[in-house]
Structures are given as C-alpha cells and as structure tokens.
C-alpha cells in the first residue's frame, strides 16, 4: 500500500518562502508522476506542479517562476520549493504519485500566506 506523508507547511508572510516535502512509502520503485494539487476554501482542487515523466515537469500558470518542484528519488521524497508567495497562494496542499495507473494521496499540508 502506499502511502504519502507532506510536511512543511505553515503561516508565512506575504513574500515569504515554504519548502514543502512529501514521502512516499510502501513502494520499491521510482516513482515517475508525481505532483502537488492545492484546494483553498470554496475552489476547486487545482494543479499547481508535477512530475509528468522522470526528467518533464509541468506548473500552473500562476506559480510559474515562484515555485519548483523537485525529487529525491533516494529517499521518495518530492519537494515543493515555493518563494515569493502570495495571499492567494492559501490553500491546503496535497501531494500525489500515480503507480500502475493508480493515483495516491496524501492527507494534505495547510499553506498560509498573510498579507
């Protein structure tokens, strides 16, 4: 069964910086598709950045240029390095991996940004 854990979340300042971290378990292969989706209060969960191959990442207009995504395949451990945030940023972050055609969850990672 795998499991995903994020940490790193928390209250920041407008301009601020978080570094999201989220660990995957239970699996002995690397995992390719992984990414971070985030659902603020009354929206729809939104992508916000992913793996869609080893190597090709993908990010959502509005974090592009303030948020990378990487990987530490070592440890099964995706990272969300996000700077520069913005009140809008606000949301409850929840990591996924996608293993043999099944998508994985976490239980999410509260972000919030005051102006």
């Known amino acids: 069964q795998v499991q995903l854990v994020e940490s790193g979340g928390g209250l920041v300042q407008a301009g601020g910086s978080l570094r999201l971290s989220c660990t995957a378990s239970g699996i002995t292969v690397i995992i390719n598709r992984m990414g971070w989706y985030r659902q603020a209060p009354g929206k729809q969960r939104e992508l916000v950045a992913a793996?869609?191959?080893?190597?090709?990442?993908n990010y959502a207009d509005s974090v592009k240029g303030r948020f990378t995504i990487s990987r530490d395949n070592a440890k099964n451990t995706l990272y969300l390095q996000m700077n520069s945030l913005k009140p809008e940023d606000t949301a409850v972050y929840y990591c996924?991996?996608?293993?043999?055609?099944?998508?994985?969850w976490g239980q999410g990672t509260q972000v919030t940004v005051a102006s």
């Open positions: 996924y991996a996608i293993t043999y055609g099944t998508q994985h």
């Open positions: 793996f869609t191959s080893v190597s090709s990442t």
